[in-house]
């Protein structure tokens, strides 16, 4: 069958014919990108996660192939043709867009995979199938979610990359050696394998783990450890309190697949290492090497509060605490309270018009509380820390450079006393603001402040592996930032009697723990964040919705990024249940809630500094919690229903969001202005509605609720605002309109 429609042909925009000869994929490979070419070859995977990306291959090489018709059509060992554009995607030459493909039969053979080691992937070999033996995980026992894998093979380093929604998604990362196969691919100039599904690792020995390493029943004491093996086989557990494992070898449950060894004797907040081995015969499988910390003698409270209005008329019994511009003055309190240790890892600093964080800082150093800082790059060129007294230990994080996958440095958090031999004594700040202004009086954002030493204690880890050092020092040279990072943290901690998940990016690939908790909701399904880029993503909240679970989403705004319309699109299936930002400034907010209503279902809620992007999943260090609590999670709920309930419809209704029958741009003139301008309606009726001018960075400066004509309305604001670049927003039933003036 053939799926193309007709084709302009535009030679003088240098676009060759679809009837283009045909070439072989080698040579289409060194044809300038943008050059229309025409190939043939097998398909060599079906579902890989991404749901429009396919690959094929000739005998000379292998190709990409990006179009969602194509790749819902296409199957493996489909032999086809196809005709699309050379383009270059982040170093991967693939077709986009396709003008037309021909499915000629089905069932052949695949290509038998060319045998290689890691250091012999190369873009010569680029879209072909490979195959490497001896491939042994980095994150053996653990499991597969979406992101890189590191691995070796006879002393070579190699990645793997699984896509969100492969099906090797939630499967145990084998715990042997596997003979690898996968399609050679690129990404940023890095060389990588796809996994197409688990058939492309075969285990070389008997025996391997089926599950990941589970821990369970955590307290002050110690915890249990689990695991389940494809054969009977032993159990044994290499432990100690540093990834050397020096503690030894505890044994466990006789020979078995089910294995469990628990781990006694412990102190409160120890942190541990751990690996699972079992063996058969000559045969030994092994987990990977994982963090664990037992509980705390800590108080286990959790206060959240938020800097903008909340619905307490949704409250199950606990209300929400609105902070209105004092969130500044409860950061310096703790601050202040510090008795032996502060560390502080932020994205954006700058205290002016608030709280002085700086001095607060200064005089904890001074009564001889330990001060360290990790920041991003970019406070350092806008001179924030200039006075910090420089005896405070502080780290810079690299530059960002997108081509080079070196991200950001985005997180919020701040540690107090993690390591005061008083376990009241520590604190862990966290959510989604920045220390700024604007960031902690106008933008919408939430903080949650828990006291407990093993959650501080795992902070701790995360912050030193960016500082370099244990010390009040920084180390430059043993510093790591994003995917430099090792998974080298507790995830799984009780706080009070609180279930609590933690979670660090790049290296805990927390978009896909974003996705399997979405899809683990029952009833309830909120989400208030800045920003949603990962289609997957979209899609897991629209597959709950259309099973029956209510779902509400709220984001910052539709169009930004500007290139995100197919995430878009799929939201907007929600219909009135999706929202964007209705109330001026920025929801900034990145949190997810899940059955608040429902205390048998398992609620939770889930916050933290990371936006729902890849860029945040794959290069910038970023935190996040999930706390398994129903009255946090309704505290959480009453924010998002006051966000929610302000918020402009942007999903698909069957009426105009507006509620008027005809309408057309706003617009004002003069512009540039002084103050004073002609406002044109852009409704073709009267109508009541609001109007709001913000500064260009989100800051409210004006409002007025007025009446408004079709055709000229005069307005003159109270005062002249400053030069510069401002914005005029009107809010009529759900809808808005913006458009940009200056003030000269």
Sequence with gaps: MMKSALVTVLF?????????????????????????????????????????????????????VYDHNFADDVKKGDSITVTGILKDYQSLIELEPVRGYTIHSCGHSLPHPLLITPGQLHDSIQGMLVQIKNVVFDDAGGSFGSGEYQYTAIDERGTVYVHPDN?????????????????????????????????????????????????????TQGFDLAWTTNIKGSTALRYGNTPAMELGVLAGTADSTWHLVSVTGADPSELFYAQAISVAGADTAWSG??????????????????????????????????????????????????????DLAIYSYNTSGIADITAALNEAHDRGVRVRVV?????????????????IGIMISPQDDYDASTGIMHNKFLIIDAVSPDPA??????????????????????????????????????????????????????????????????????????????????TNRVNQIISDNISQADHELYVNTMLITRDFLAEA??????????????????NDPADNEYVMGILKDLGQN???????????????????????????????????????????????LIIHDG????????????????????????????????????????????????????????????????????????????????????????????????????????????????SQ
């Design 541 to 558: 909240i629209v597959e709950r919705n259309d099973a029956g679970v209510v779902s509400q989403v709220i984001i910052n705004d539709e």
């Design 375 to 391: 920041a991003d790059w970019h406070t350092r060129e806008q001179k924030r820390w200039e006075i910090l007294d420089p005896d």
């Design 12 to 64: 003088s925009f240098g676009i060759l014919s679809l009837e283009a000869q045909l070439v072989s994929i080698r040579e289409a490979r060194s044809a300038p990108m943008g050059t229309e070419v025409t190939l043939t070859g097998i398909v060599t995977c079906d579902v890989i996660g991404n749901p429009s990306i396919r690959y094929f291959q000739d005998p000379t090489g292998g190709m990409a």
């Design 631 to 742: 009255t946090l999670a309704n505290i959480y709920y009453q924010e998002f229903s006051e966000r929610f309930r302000n918020g402009e419809i942007t999903g698909n209704t069957s009426v105009d969001a507006t509620g008027t029958a005809g309408r057309q741009e706003l617009f004002i003139y003069p512009n540039p202005n002084s103050g004073s301008f002609i406002l044109i309606s852009p409704f073709l009726m009267d109508v009541r509605a609001d109007l709001e001018i913000f500064t260009s960075d989100g800051r409210l400066i004006w409002s007025s609720r007025t009446g408004l004509v079709p055709g000229e309305n005069p307005v003159t604001l109270p005062t002249k605002p400053e030069r510069g670049l401002y914005i005029l927003q009107l809010r009529h039933n759900g809808g808005m309109e913006r458009c940009l003036f200056i």
């Design 425 to 506: 004594d520590a604190y862990v700040w966290t959510g989604s603001g920045n220390i700024t202004e604007d960031q902690l009086h106008h933008h919408a954002n939430n903080v949650i402040i828990i006291q407990d030493q093993s959650l501080a204690t795992v902070y701790q880890l995360e912050f030193e592996e960016m500082f370099g050092s244990s010390g009040s020092q920084p180390d430059h040279s043993a510093s790591k930032f994003g995917t430099s990072k090792k998974d080298n943290t507790p995830h799984e901690l009780v706080i009070g009697n609180i279930p609590v998940e933690c979670y660090f990016s790049p």
């Design 289 to 342: 090497v994982n963090a664990y910390i037992t509980k705390s003698s800590s108080t286990g409270v959790m206060k959240a509060y938020f800097n903008r209005t909340v619905d307490n008329s949704v409250s199950s019994g606990t209300d929400a605490v609105h902070l209105h511009l004092s969130m500044d003055d409860t950061l310096a309190a703790y601050v202040n309270r510090a008795k032996y240790s502060i």
């Design 167 to 219: 099906p090797l998604a939630g499967v145990s990362i084998p715990g042997s050696p596997v003979t690898m196969t996968g399609i050679a691919s690129t990404y940023n100039q890095n060389h990588q394998v796809i996994v197409r599904d688990y058939g492309d690792l075969v285990a070389s020995g008997s025996i391997w783990l089926t599950t990941p390493m589970v821990v369970t029943n955590i307290s």
């Design 578 to 624: 999706f929202r964007q930002n209705g109330e001026g400034s920025i929801l900034h907010h990145k949190t997810m809630i899940i059955d608040q209503g429902y205390p048998a279902a398992d609620p939770l809620v889930l916050t933290g500094s990371h936006n729902w992007s890849s860029s945040a999943d794959t290069r910038n260090d970023e935190n996040t």
